[in-house]
C-alpha cells in the first residue's frame, strides 16, 4: 500500500505552551462561555442540511464504549435534523481489512472514520472512497486550516473531514499520589525517571501502560523520537526513508528501556502492562483511593473519556503535564479520525457536511474526552479547562504539526494488532534489553510492508 504524499505535521511545543499551565490552572474555569448550537442552546444551527426522509445510513469506526456512546449523541442529532435513520456499525482493527470484507460482501458502510492516514489512502487506492462533496467542502474550506486539509486529501482531491484530533502527548497523574510522594510534574526525560524512582519507591508504581495494545508503545516511542532525534527524522523514518536499524532507534529505544527496563516503575511489572488494555489502564490510576494501581498513564485527550468512568474529577483529582522533553523539546504528536464516504449516497455526503460542522463538533465536546480542530468550534462547549486549553493550543498550532508517525504507516505495518510495530514493541516491553533484536524486526517488517 503506497502512502499520500502530503505534509506530515505534529503539533509544536511553542503553538502547545498553554498546555504546560493545564497543572496550574486545572481546577475550575470562571471563562466559560455559554454553549452554542444544538443540546440545549437557543443559538440556530450554523450549517444546513437536506431533509431525507426515510433515507438508512450506517457508519463504522472503530470506537466502543463511552466514545461510541458520544458520538452516538451526534449522529441522533443528525437524525433530528434530516428526518434519516443512522446505524453506527462498530468495527475492528485493522479497519481497512474489517471495510474491504464488508465490501465483498456488497454491504460497504455509507461512512467510515478513518483512524490511520495510510487507511485513508488505500480507501482510495482501492477505490472505495468517494471524494467530498461540495456542502462538505465548503464547511472544510471555512472551519479547517491547510494542515488538516492536506491530510484528508489524496493525490490532490479531497476525500475526507478530520471529525476528531488528538493530542497524544499528555500524562495524566493521580494528584493524590503525587502529593503523598512529594513529587512534582517532571519536565525532562530525566525528571520523569527521577519521579517515577521516588513514586514507586513511595509503594506507588509509577506508571499504568496499556501493553495490551500495541498502538499505545508505538505512542511512547513516537513522543520520545520526536524529541529526541528531532522532526527531520521523524519524517523521514515515517517514510521509512531512513531504517529502523538507525542509530537514531537505537537511541530512542535505549531510552524507552530506562522506564520500562524497571519493573517496579509499571503497574504490574511488564507482564501486568502486557496484560492491560488501554480502559483498564486509566481507569486503575484513578481508583483505588490512596493505593491506586499506578500514579501516572500516558495517553491524548481522550484520557478524559475513560477518567469519566471513575469517581475521579478531571481537573482535582485527574491533573495532567505535557510529555516530558527529551532532547531540546517537548514533543507534541497528533492523531485523529479522519470521515470518508464509501458510498456515492446524498445521505453519506449530508453526514460528512455535518460532521465538518462546529454544530457536530460541539455536541461530542460536551460529553468531553473529545478535541475538534474544527478552528470555529466554540471553546465554552468544552466541559473543563484542561480539555479548553488543549483544544485551544490545537487550533493556535494552526499548520504546524506533525501527525502519528504509526498511523502514516501501511496498515500491515503500524496499524494491525499482533503484527509489524505494535508486536515488535509489545515484545520490546517484555525484554527492553533486546533493542537490536527489536530494531531487527521493526526493519524486516517497515520493508516488506513499504515495499522499499
Known amino acids: 500500500m503506497r502512502r499520500h504524499g502530503t505534509s506530515r505535521t505534529t503539533l509544536t511545543w511553542t503553538a502547545l505552551a498553554a498546555a504546560a499551565a493545564l497543572t496550574l490552572s486545572a481546577c475550575g474555569d470562571d471563562g466559560t462561555q455559554e454553549p452554542r448550537g444544538p443540546e440545549g442552546s437557543t443559538a440556530a444551527p450554523r450549517v444546513q442540511l437536506p431533509k431525507l426522509p426515510g433515507e438508512k445510513i450506517e457508519v463504522a469506526a472503530v470506537w466502543t464504549g463511552p466514545e461510541q456512546e458520544n458520538f452516538t449523541k451526534v449522529l441522533k442529532e443528525f437524525e433530528k435534523r434530516t428526518g434519516a435513520s443512522v446505524t453506527f456499525v462498530p468495527a475492528q482493527d485493522p479497519i481497512v481489512t474489517f471495510l474491504g470484507t464488508k465490501i465483498a460482501g456488497g454491504a460497504p458502510p455509507d461512512v467510515a472514520l478513518l483512524p490511520q492516514v495510510g487507511a485513508l489512502t488505500a480507501a482510495v487506492e482501492n477505490k472505495w472512497a468517494q471524494p467530498l462533496g461540495p456542502e462538505a467542502a465548503a464547511q472544510l474550506d471555512a472551519n479547517y486550516s491547510k494542515g488538516w486539509k492536506q491530510l484528508g486529501a489524496v493525490g ?132 483505588g483511593g490512596d493505593r491506586p494501581a499506578a500514579a501516572m498513564v500516558f495517553e491524548g485527550d481522550f484520557v478524559a473519556v475513560n477518567i469519566a468512568q471513575t469517581e475521579a474529577k478531571v481537573g482535582e483529582d485527574a491533573l495532567v503535564f505535557p510529555f516530558p522533553a527529551v532532547g531540546e523539546k517537548a514533543p507534541v504528536v497528533s492523531g485523529g479520525d479522519v470521515a470518508v464516504a464509501l458510498k456515492p449516497s446524498k445521505g453519506a455526503q449530508a453526514l460528512l457536511t455535518f460532521l465538518a460542522s462546529p454544530d457536530a463538533a460541539e455536541i461530542h465536546a ?24 488543549i483544544a485551544k493550543a490545537l487550533i493556535a498550532a494552526g499548520d504546524d504539526f506533525r501527525f502519528d508517525m504509526s498511523d502514516q504507516a501501511p496498515a500491515a505495518f503500524g496499524g494491525t494488532p499482533g503484527a509489524g510495530e505494535w508486536k515488535a514493541l509489545q515484545d520490546f516491553l517484555a525484554n527492553p534489553s533486546d533493542v537490536a533484536g527489536t530494531q531487527a524486526k521493526l526493519e524486516a517488517d517497515a520493508a516488506k510492508a513499504y515495499g522499499n
Open 366 to 389: 460536551r460529553q468531553g474526552g473529545f478535541v475538534s480542530p474544527n478552528k470555529a468550534v466554540d471553546p465554552g462547549a468544552y466541559p473543563n479547562a484542561i480539555q479548553r486549553d
Open 156 to 287: 490532490g482531491t479531497q476525500y475526507g473531514v478530520y471529525y476528531k484530533a488528538a493530542n497524544k502527548s499528555l500524562i495524566w497523574y493521580n494528584a493524590k499520589a503525587f502529593e503523598a510522594a512529594g513529587v512534582k510534574p517532571p519536565k525532562t526525560w530525566k525528571e520523569l525517571i527521577a519521579a517515577a524512582d521516588t513514586l514507586s519507591a513511595s509503594g506507588t508504581p509509577a506508571v499504568s501502560v496499556a501493553g495490551a495494545d500495541g498502538w499505545t508503545l508505538t505512542d511512547w516511542f513516537e513522543n520520545i523520537y520526536l524529541s529526541q532525534a528531532g522532526p527531520e527524522k521523524y519524517d523521514q523514518l515515517a517514510k521509512h526513508q531512513i531504517k529502523w536499524t538507525d542509530d537514531s532507534v537505537k537511541q530512542a529505544l535505549t531510552t524507552l528501556g530506562e522506564l520500562f527496563g524497571r519493573k517496579d516503575f509499571l503497574a504490574g511489572g511488564p507482564s501486568g502492562a502486557l496484560a492491560t488494555e488501554f480502559p483498564k489502564s486509566v481507569t486503575q490510576t484513578f481508583t
